[in-house]
Each structure stands twice: as structure tokens, then as C-alpha cells.
């Protein structure tokens, strides 16, 4: 187990984490930091309820993020897809039935 002090909003906090994840936590706390940088209308609040609000903006950011790539991944679906499939479904069903009218047939 390592420590890492990070600063956050000019405080200094200790934090435990796995050895080797040091610069990696020191990086998340950064993220936080700036993004409590870019908060100046919550001065005046305290400090439980600044962090709150970084974190809930940072947690709609990650939400957005997921939420975008789960779009690019899934191919858009046309307005007509189930319509298009009933006819390829319709077609299929009359080729058998051609193809069974030959069977019997020969």
C-alpha cells in the first residue's frame, strides 16, 4: 500500500492506494481539483457541499461519455427495419412453399 497526498480546492489530502497507482490517483485528483477550479459561483459553500457538486458534475460527464459510446456502437435502427422484415420474412415463407410444390411435384 502507497499514500499519495493530493491537493484539492488548496487542501492538502492523504489517500491509500495500491503500489504503482500513485500517479495515477494523483491524475484523478487533478481532474477533480480543476474541475473544482471551474466552479467559482460555488464560493461560499462549504467544503462538503462543493466536493458534492464537482463530483455530480464529474458523474454526469462520465454518464455522457458512456452514454455516447454505447450510441456509436449501436448502428442506428431505420424507421421502416420491422416493415423491411416482414417482407424479406413474406418472400422466404413463398419460396418454401414453391419449393415444397416442387417436391411434391417431382
Request: charged share 25%.
Given at each position: 500500500?502507497?499514500?499519495?497526498?493530493?491537493?484539492?480546492?488548496?487542501?492538502?489530502?492523504?489517500?491509500?492506494?495500491?503500489?504503482?497507482?500513485?500517479?495515477?490517483?494523483?491524475?484523478?485528483?487533478?481532474?477533480?481539483?480543476?474541475?473544482?477550479?471551474?466552479?467559482?459561483?460555488?464560493?461560499?459553500?462549504?467544503?462538503?457541499?462543493?466536493?458534492?457538486?464537482?463530483?455530480?458534475?464529474?458523474?454526469?460527464?462520465?454518464?455522457e461519455a458512456r452514454?455516447?459510446?454505447?450510441?456509436?456502437?449501436?448502428?442506428?435502427?431505420?424507421?421502416?427495419?420491422?416493415?423491411?422484415?416482414?417482407?424479406?420474412?413474406?418472400?422466404m415463407e413463398?419460396?418454401?412453399?414453391?419449393?415444397?410444390?416442387?417436391?411434391?411435384?417431382?
Amino acid at each position: 500500500m502507497s499514500n499519495v497526498t493530493l491537493s484539492i480546492g488548496g487542501r492538502p489530502f492523504t489517500v491509500a492506494c495500491a503500489k504503482g497507482e500513485e500517479k495515477h490517483v494523483a491524475a484523478l485528483g487533478q481532474v477533480i481539483d480543476s474541475k473544482l477550479a471551474s466552479m467559482e459561483s460555488l464560493s461560499g459553500q462549504n467544503e462538503v457541499r462543493t466536493l458534492l457538486f464537482a463530483a455530480l458534475l464529474l458523474a454526469d460527464e462520465l454518464h455522457e461519455a458512456r452514454e455516447f459510446r454505447a450510441a456509436a456502437k449501436a448502428p442506428a435502427i431505420p424507421a421502416d427495419f420491422a416493415q423491411k422484415l416482414d417482407a424479406i420474412a413474406d418472400k422466404m415463407e413463398n419460396l418454401a412453399l414453391l419449393l415444397e410444390t416442387d417436391a411434391t411435384n417431382a
